[in-house]
Nanobody, 115 residues
Framework: QVHLVESGGGLVQPGGSLRLSCAVSGIFSIYFMAWYRQAPGEQRKLVAQITTGGTTNYADSVKGRFTISRDNAKNTVYLQMNSLKPEDTGVYYC??????????WGQGTQVTVSS
C-alpha cells in the first residue's frame, strides 16, 4: 500500500515563499504526479502537475509563482511556492495526476498566508 507524506507547510506573510515536499512510498517514477489544494469550505482543486519526463502544467492562479518538480531517486515531488497570496491558503496534498486512479490521500500540509 502506498503512503503519501506531505510536509513543508506553515504560516507565511503575503509575498513569502514555502517549499512543500511529498514523500511517496512504493512505485513512483512511472506516474504523472500532481499537487492539489483544499481551501476551507471548498473542494480539493488541482494546482500543478508533472509528467514522468518533467513536463509541467499549472492552474492559472499560480502560474509564474509556483514550480512543481520531482526527484525519482528519492520518490519525492516538490512544490516551490513564491510570491504567496492569502488566496493560496489551504491544505496541500500530492497524489497522482487527475486522470489516474488515486492512492489514498495523505494528511496534507497546511499553508496559511496571512499578515
Amino acid at each position: 500500500q502506498v503512503h503519501l507524506v506531505e510536509s513543508g507547510g506553515g504560516l507565511v506573510q503575503p509575498g513569502g515563499s514555502l517549499r512543500l515536499s511529498c514523500a511517496v512510498s512504493g512505485i513512483f517514477s512511472i506516474y504523472f504526479m500532481a499537487w492539489y489544494r483544499q481551501a476551507p469550505g471548498e473542494q480539493r482543486k488541482l494546482v500543478a502537475q508533472i509528467t514522468t519526463g518533467g513536463t509541467t502544467n499549472y492552474a492559472d492562479s499560480v502560474k509564474g509563482r509556483f514550480t512543481i518538480s520531482r526527484d525519482n531517486a528519492k520518490n519525492t515531488v516538490y512544490l516551490q511556492m513564491n510570491s504567496l497570496k492569502p488566496e493560496d491558503t489551504g491544505v496541500y496534498y500530492c497524489n497522482k495526476h487527475p486522470s489516474l486512479p488515486k492512492w489514498d490521500w495523505g494528511q496534507g500540509t497546511q499553508v496559511t498566508v496571512s499578515s
